[in-house]
């Protein structure tokens, strides 16, 4: 267990839907990232959070957005859904300035039919 | 951008030998080197990482190298056995206001009992 979590572990949901990725930090870190994973993409990184503040971007399209709460939880929001989007979403915490570890949470599988 | 190429893509072996994995990469600014391991349906764990003022790392049965002129580093695994068959990664990061991870491809490492 790496101490970070995700909610819902599994989504189903049709095309043009909305979700909300759930993510919660270890005890303690202040960076949240999010990694897509899929079978011909691999794992790609989305965008990163730093105690409340946007702090990097990826290839993270403009349906998708993000934040950051002041208890650091950090919440995707994937809208207009396709079938492509269809992939399993990490979130990833680290702790503070110079802590490059990365601990992975379980994932959300998001299924898009 | 960076580009991360890892090989071989499926590596399989007998129980007790040796597997060794590479990867290479683009950027020189690179400054930290992790490699995960991930069984199906899992989030990667970080097994081993390390930065770029080190040429060598182990942690009992596993070990990575790195060539900062060649800009290459390898994953190495002695004595396998069945519980080390996943997907392994490596990744890239480099210095600045974000460490996101940049992934290879992954290699699927099957230990034959």
């Known amino acids: 267990d790496s101490g970070v979590t995700q909610t819902p572990k599994h989504l189903i949901t049709a095309t043009g839907q909305r979700v909300t990725l759930r993510c919660s930090p270890r005890?303690?870190?202040?960076?949240v990232y999010w990694y897509q994973q899929s079978l011909d993409q691999g794992l790609q990184f989305l965008i990163q959070?730093?105690?409340?503040?946007?702090?990097a971007k990826g290839n993270i399209l403009e349906r998708f957005s993000a934040q950051q709460f002041p208890d650091l939880h950090s919440e995707l929001n994937l809208s207009s859904l396709e079938l492509g989007d269809s992939a399993l979403y990490f979130c990833?915490?680290?702790?503070?300035?110079?802590?490059?570890?990365?601990?992975f949470g379980p994932g959300t599988r998001l299924t898009v039919t | 951008g960076e580009n991360v190429e890892q090989h071989p893509s499926t590596l399989s072996v007998q129980e007790g030998d040796s597997a060794v994995i590479k990867c290479t990469y683009s950027?020189?600014?690179?400054?930290?080197f992790p490699w995960y391991k991930q069984e199906l349906g899992k989030r990667p764990q970080l097994i081993i990482d390390?930065?770029?003022?080190?040429g060598e790392k182990k942690d009992q049965r596993i070990a990575v190298t790195l060539n900062k002129t060649a800009k290459h580093f390898s994953l190495h695994i002695t004595e396998t056995q069945p519980e080390d068959s996943a997907v392994y990664f490596c990744?890239?990061?480099?210095?600045?206001?974000?460490?996101?991870?940049?992934f290879g491809t992954g290699t699927l490492l099957a230990v034959q009992p």
């Open positions: 950027d020189s600014a690179s400054n930290y």
């Open positions: 959070y730093y105690n409340g503040e946007e702090r």
């Open positions: 005890s303690g870190d202040l960076s």
């Open positions: 990833a915490s680290s702790g503070g300035v110079g802590s490059l570890e990365q601990y």
């Open positions: 390390i930065r770029s003022n080190v």
């Open positions: 990744a890239v990061s480099r210095p600045g206001a974000t460490n996101k991870l940049i």
